[in-house]
């Protein structure tokens, strides 16, 4: 079993700004492909970002331009940089990974390992 680990939430102002780390357990999982994700209650979780094996990146269109996900391969570690949050942001974040390697910056539809989440909640 793969163990990822999620922290950064908080409770921010709108306009503001979060960096979501995701703490991967080797840097063999590095190379996989990765995602965040985010759900709130009573609606399907929604694909936010994914990075692939060669560092290829993707994005909902609701957060391009504001969010970037990123991976520190010393330190073992996924990042999501939110700028520019607004109150539809709120919401659990999740990171996932997948021992595929994606292609042109997606990973697959379903992700095999995934943390138990980060809360964000943004106030208008």
């Known amino acids: 079993q793969v163990q990822l680990v999620e922290s950064g939430g908080d409770s921010v102002q709108a306009g503001g700004s979060l960096r979501l780390s995701c703490a991967v357990p080797g840097s063999t999982y590095m190379r996989w492909c990765m995602r965040w994700s985010r759900q709130v209650p009573g609606k399907e979780r929604e694909?936010?970002?994914?990075?692939?094996?060669?560092?290829?990146?993707s994005y909902a269109d609701s957060v391009k331009g504001r969010f970037t996900i990123s991976k520190d391969n010393a330190k073992n570690t996924l990042y999501l940089q939110m700028n520019d949050l607004a109150p539809e942001d709120t919401a659990m974040y999740y990171c996932a990974a997948d021992h595929s390697i994606g292609v042109g910056g997606y990973c697959a539809d379903e992700m095999e390992y995934w943390g138990k989440g980060t809360l964000v909640i943004v106030s208008s």
């Open positions: 694909i936010v970002a994914d990075i692939d094996s060669h560092g290829a990146t």
